[in-house]
Each structure stands twice: as structure tokens, then as C-alpha cells.
């Protein structure tokens, strides 16, 4: 019933920026909190970012550092992650999630809802 579909992955070079795009379909999406998350290979999936459901509210991790901007547009149904000066490290798959309740927002197991992911690759 509820869809999630993320864009805007690719390869990239070290200082490049990117723009991931998540379109939320099949019920009202400004009932839901949102998250960005990534999972590197060999680790957990982590938490990147989130927002609240009226967008006043930004969460973000720590190695961020002022890169990374998550922001929503709840009348085109759809959260971004707009990433800056990447690194080779953030090399993952990106993930957004949908959260009807909030509770921990860095949480992934708390998130009712995931996309399939986009390749993020970052060369040095």
C-alpha cells in the first residue's frame, strides 16, 4: 500500500555533491516521519538523517558535519538528501524510511516502511 522509491545515486569523485530523491506514494505523507539511512558493506545500516512530519524539526549523525541537508516537500510527496563534498567513505547504499510514530528517529528498526535503496560510490 505503501511505496517508497529513491533516485540519484551514482558514481562520483571526492567533492562531488549529490541529490537523492524518495517518493512516498499510497497514503497521506505528511503523516510520516522521515529518514535517511545507509549501510556500507561490512556494517550496520546507520542513520544519516531525518525530519519531522511538518518539516520543522532536522536530525542529523554526527559525520555529517554540515555536508548533508535533508529537507521534505509534502505537497510533491517526497523527501531528499542533498549531500555535499562527499567522501570515499560515504560509499553505501542510501535508504529512505517512513515512520508513522515518533520515537527514536536514528532507529531503523522503528520505520514502518523502506525504499530499495540507491548506490552511492564515491572515488578518491
Known amino acids: 500500500q505503501v511505496t517508497l522509491v529513491e533516485s540519484g545515486g551514482g558514481l562520483v569523485q571526492a567533492g562531488d555533491s549529490l541529490r537523492l530523491s524518495c517518493v512516498f506514494s499510497g497514503r497521506p505523507f505528511s503523516n510520516y516521519y522521515m529518514g535517511w539511512f545507509r549501510q556500507a558493506l561490512g556494517r550496520n545500516r546507520e542513520f544519516v538523517g531525518g525530519?519531522?512530519?511538518?518539516?520543522?524539526?532536522?536530525y542529523y549523525a554526527d559525520f555529517v558535519k554540515g555536508r548533508f541537508v535533508v529537507s521534505r516537500d509534502n505537497t510533491k510527496n517526497t523527501a531528499y538528501l542533498q549531500m555535499s563534498d562527499l567522501k570515499p567513505e560515504d560509499t553505501a547504499v542510501y535508504y529512505c524510511?517512513?515512520?508513522?510514530?515518533?520515537?527514536?528517529?536514528?532507529?531503523?528498526?522503528?520505520?514502518?516502511?523502506w525504499g530499495q535503496g540507491t548506490q552511492v560510490t564515491v572515488s578518491s
Open positions: 525530519i519531522r512530519r511538518n518539516a520543522k524539526g532536522t
Open positions: 524510511a517512513a515512520a508513522t510514530y515518533y520515537s527514536d528517529i536514528d532507529n531503523p528498526e522503528l520505520y514502518n516502511y
